[in-house]
């Protein structure tokens, strides 16, 4: 973001009082943050109280081996328990849980949290009878079918920590994954529904597990839903129907309380390096972070609402904000399989129209699509019933977020751009609909029981009005426990940067304004984030430079007016390619370049751009000025080039540029 643009954001005046109705019955109000700033601790056990433990806690917070907390130390609980039993023990076993909607318009199904308990004790049970113990490690690669929470909820009741593995990553990517975590188990499909037909996830699971074979680690068993009916290649070894061993299995099961701090899942997201970092979430703190935030934030009134995130499972938004929080709290919640425009581009508001929701949590990037297509669309709609709307993923910018607030809340809605990461676990800086007005753009303040800043280099926090790096301040609850095997990335990542000040960083630049509220920039290291998703620019350049034409690659995350960012590569060939006619940058290689990117991570990571090049700005130590490259990418006069080893590389690849881009 230029400082042009920062210093007209930061002088929006546009400001949403909250509607009187919702600030008057707000599960919290103005109160909570002077309670819970006098006494984190005490407010923290409030909220963990709200959770149904089998032994309670002696000690709230052990801080006495930084940065590795410990919380609710001694307590002990069941995740699977609370989400599900307690509910329906508690004579609300007909309400429904999931409103599921399939892609295709005639497939729905409504599961009340009685169902909810017998399928996912069900489950549970079969994942005992395969094998799966205690502290095994259950990978989950599922389409958005209900089976995806069952799965989640069986392995935390049995304290067998998940790891979901968004369906759009490709073989290899899943494959790294269940090496890293060394399932022991998956959990797949044969596919699922896509932009009106169905696409295949099975062969990827029989990839990746070979792949995982290749890098010395053997998964046992592949249990698989049918859902689509396509064929699929089986292994009798190893493949297991769901509907043979689930369905048969008892609807009896005593969830065992685990120790607060029992790892719950790991879940993976790209960090600066090419290798994906699994962070870790375990159960006590994670529970009581997830639930307390989606009672504050989105104001949850479980007997009436009806709640809908369009997160998929895959991502942390959906773990906390679709499975844990919500299900903690007894919602009724919407959960839909596809896209928002398959048959038609109606098709999410015709859901909140039919299932009246009154709740609903997207993405910045899929309101500005929805913007793109006009408010014709939604108009046609009765969306009456919705009084809250979250942004989650990317800052939102003013236009999307009023745009949002008239054409899809009525103008009545209070809008939460709520700031968080994979890492939080849940959400740490929001408004609170019943108490902050908005302002559109900025996430606002941290909420009760959460410590943020913006401080300097030197850690100090800046004054009103000036920018720096966001940190949080002090230990949450639901905050990660380290990277999964790796204690020392956990360290060096999050912890050393405000050593002394024992800051979290958060790798995001944020500002404050005049009022002191937090607008959060976008990141200050080399991760990009693309539709809200996160991926990092080394992960896409070793995937680049894997392919044999290529010699050296530099990716870059350049301003994108649907996505946030796009990817945007500046690819060296290898002479051999340049030899055999790659080296007029033509349209071949560039297609080939993007397919092999596809291919090694996913759709997600596909370059909007790539860029044949003969050279790349580097510094004399050899550190690729990516500074410069996203200058050129977002066609802006090229930057500083004083610290260049060689100044006139950039004046070659402008040069090249005239015939060598392509867009795809
Ligand atoms: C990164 C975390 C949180 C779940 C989805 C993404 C960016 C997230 C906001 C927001 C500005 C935001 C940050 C953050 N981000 N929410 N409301 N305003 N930026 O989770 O993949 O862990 O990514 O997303 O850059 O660090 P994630």
Redesign the pocket.
């Known amino acids: 973001m230029t400082e042009e643009t920062l210093s007209n954001l930061l002088h929006e005046e546009r400001r949403f009082e909250p509607p009187a109705a919702v600030a008057e019955h707000a599960n919290l109000k103005a109160e909570a943050y002077e309670r819970a700033a006098a006494d984190p601790e005490a407010f923290w056990a409030e909220q963990a109280g709200r959770l149904d433990w089998a032994q309670s806690w002696d000690q709230v917070l052990d801080w006495s081996d930084p940065p590795f907390a410990k919380w609710f130390v001694g307590g002990r609980l069941n995740a699977s328990y609370n989400c599900v039993d307690r509910h329906v023990e508690a004579g609300r076993g007909d309400k429904v849980a999931l409103h599921w909607v399939g892609e295709p318009v005639e497939d729905k199904r409504d599961i009340t949290y009685a169902q909810l308990k017998d399928e996912v004790s069900r489950a549970a049970n079969a994942l005992t009878e395969l094998g799966v113990g205690t502290g095994d490690r259950v990978a989950i690669y599922l389409p958005m079918i209900p089976e995806a929470v069952v799965a989640m909820l069986a392995c935390a009741r049995i304290g067998a920590p998940h790891t979901v593995v968004f369906g759009g990553f490709s073989a290899d990517a899943l494959a790294s994954r269940l090496e890293d975590c060394q399932a022991k188990v998956v959990i797949t499909s044969d596919g699922g529904y896509r932009r009106g037909s169905a696409s295949a996830l099975k062969p990827a699971v029989d990839e990746g597990r070979a792949k995982a074979a290749e890098l010395g680690h053997t998964v046992e068993k592949v249990l698989v839903v049918r859902r689509t009916g396509q064929d699929v290649a089986w292994d009798d070894e190893v493949d297991v129907w769901w509907h043979d061993v689930v369905d048969s299995a008892s609807a009896e099961h005593t969830p065992e309380a685990f120790d607060s701090e029992h790892p719950l899942y790991v879940m993976y997201?790209s960090g600066t390096t090419g290798k994906p970092k699994g962070i870790l979430h375990t159960t006590g703190g994670y529970l009581t972070g997830a639930s307390y935030t989606h009672w504050a934030v989105f104001d949850l009134k479980p007997d009436t609402d009806v709640y809908w995130c369009s997160a998929d499972i895959g991502?942390?938004?959906g773990h906390s904000y679709m499975v844990y929080g919500p299900l903690a709290n007894g919602a009724t919640q919407v959960m839909y399989e596809g896209t928002p425009d398959s048959p038609e581009r109606g098709r999410w508001w015709k859901i909140i129209e039919d299932y009246g929701v009154t709740i609903f949590y997207t993405a910045p990037t899929a309101i500005r699509s929805f913007m793109k297509q006009g408010r014709e669309i939604p108009d046609r709609y009765d969306m009456s019933s919705l009084r809250i709307l979250g942004?989650?993923?990317?800052?939102i910018n003013p236009e999307a977020y009023v745009w949002y607030r008239e054409v899809i809340g009525g103008g009545r809605t209070p809008v939460v751009?709520?700031?968080?990461?994979?890492e939080t676990g849940s959400i740490m800086i929001s408004p609170l609909p019943g108490v902050t007005h908005g302002k559109p753009g900025s996430?606002m303040t941290p909420i009760p029981g959460v410590g943020a800043e913006v401080v300097n280099d030197a850690g100090e926090p800046v004054p009103n009005g000036s920018g720096g790096y966001l940190v949080l301040t002090q230990p949450w609850p639901s905050m990660l426990r380290t990277i999964w095997g790796d204690d020392q990335r956990f360290k060096d990542t999050y912890w050393s940067r405000f050593k002394e000040q024992r800051y979290y960083f958060?790798?995001?630049g944020a500002k404050k304004d005049e009022d002191g509220d937090i607008w959060?920039l976008?990141?200050v290291d080399d991760v990009m984030?693309v539709s809200?998703?996160?991926l990092s620019t080394t992960e896409i350049e070793s995937a680049l430079v894997s392919h044999p034409k290529v010699a050296e690659a530099a990716v870059v995350g350049a301003k994108d007016e649907d996505t946030g960012q796009a990817v945007c590569a500046f690819v060296i060939l290898r002479e051999s390619a340049l030899d055999s006619g790659g080296g007029d940058g033509g349209d071949d290689i560039v297609a080939e370049l993007r397919q092999h990117v596809r291919k090694e991570i996913g759709p997600i990571a596909t370059p909007r751009q790539i860029m044949i090049v003969p050279e790349l700005p580097k510094t004399r130590s050899g550190k690729i000025m990516r500074r410069l490259l996203k200058d050129v990418a977002e066609h802006r006069e090229v930057g500083d080039v004083t610290t260049l080893a060689d100044s006139s590389v950039m004046d070659l690849i402008s040069k090249g540029l005239g015939s060598g881009t392509a867009e795809g």
């Open positions: 997201t991502w942390v938004t942004s989650v993923g990317e800052p751009d709520t700031w968080w990461q994979t996430a958060a790798g995001d959060v976008g990141r984030n809200g998703h996160r």
